[in-house]
């Protein structure tokens, strides 16, 4: 079965630009998460959607960043616009349900260098 | 930011010995997740705890959920150069809905 699939792989872009990441989480995973990892705070939960519906998104860090998932197989991550310090590599994760005996299934992630 | 603490932050082994890691915290999780991660991949789930006390193993790997809910440790036996990685700890509250909080990582190099 296929994993959690995120795209692009690496992003360069400048400061200023918008950015998208995108994520297909795994087939018939009802909850999506988005993460940002960095050396300095490590893992970070930045949004989590179960049903398509945004449940906590305490850890986005400002209103630059937004994310939708318009439907079970689809989530989009935005930046508009980006920053230097956004600089991260960002995980799409899935997980078959919401809360009890679940866990989460990381994709391989999306390296954003913003310059 | 971080709730839990993993140690040790980096171990440097050889080959064939064992390893155990582990992670605190001041508050009761009731879950407890050891994931790996290769570089420039994502984690990869490798254990899962679900009761206070329980014992798992996968292959070489053992993790154990702590008795009082606030602690569990990852045991890694015989290990081999491809245990060479990141491990962290990830536990969830049983207030914080699907929310899972994750140790700093502990970085293990393995010598030939």
């Known amino acids: 079965d296929a994993g959690v699939i995120q795209s692009p792989r690496h992003e360069v872009t400048e400061m200023g630009q918008e950015v998208t990441l995108r994520c297909k989480p795994i087939s018939g995973h009802n909850s999506l998460f988005w993460y940002r990892q960095t050396m300095m705070r490590g893992l970070e939960l930045l949004i989590y959607f179960n049903n398509n519906v945004p449940i906590d998104d305490s850890g986005m860090p400002e209103d630059r960043f937004s994310a939708k998932m318009p439907n079970a197989s689809f989530s989009t991550l935005k930046i508009q616009p980006s920053e230097p310090r956004d600089s991260a590599v960002y995980f799409c994760?899935?997980?078959?349900?919401?809360?009890?005996?679940?866990?989460?299934?990381f994709g391989p992630g999306t390296r954003l260098t913003v310059l | 930011g971080q709730q839990l603490n993993q140690s040790p932050q980096s171990m440097f082994i050889q080959e064939g010995e064992d390893v155990s890691m582990n992670c605190t915290s001041s508050?009761?999780?009731?879950?407890w997740l050891w994931y790996k991660q290769d570089p420039g991949e994502g984690p990869v789930l490798l254990i899962a705890?679900?009761?206070?006390?329980e014992l798992t193993s996968n292959g070489r790997l053992t993790a154990q959920f702590g008795i009082t809910r606030k602690d569990s440790f990852l045991n890694i036996s015989a290990s081999i150069p491809s245990d060479v990685g990141i491990y962290f700890c990830?536990?969830?509250?049983?207030?914080?809905?699907?929310?899972?909080?994750f140790g700093e990582g502990t970085q293990l190099t393995v010598n030939p």
């Open positions: 508050s009761i999780f009731n879950t």
């Open positions: 994760a899935s997980s078959p349900r919401r809360g009890g005996l679940d866990t989460q299934y």
């Open positions: 990830a536990g969830r509250k049983e207030t914080s809905g699907s929310r899972l909080t």
């Open positions: 705890l679900y009761k206070a006390g």
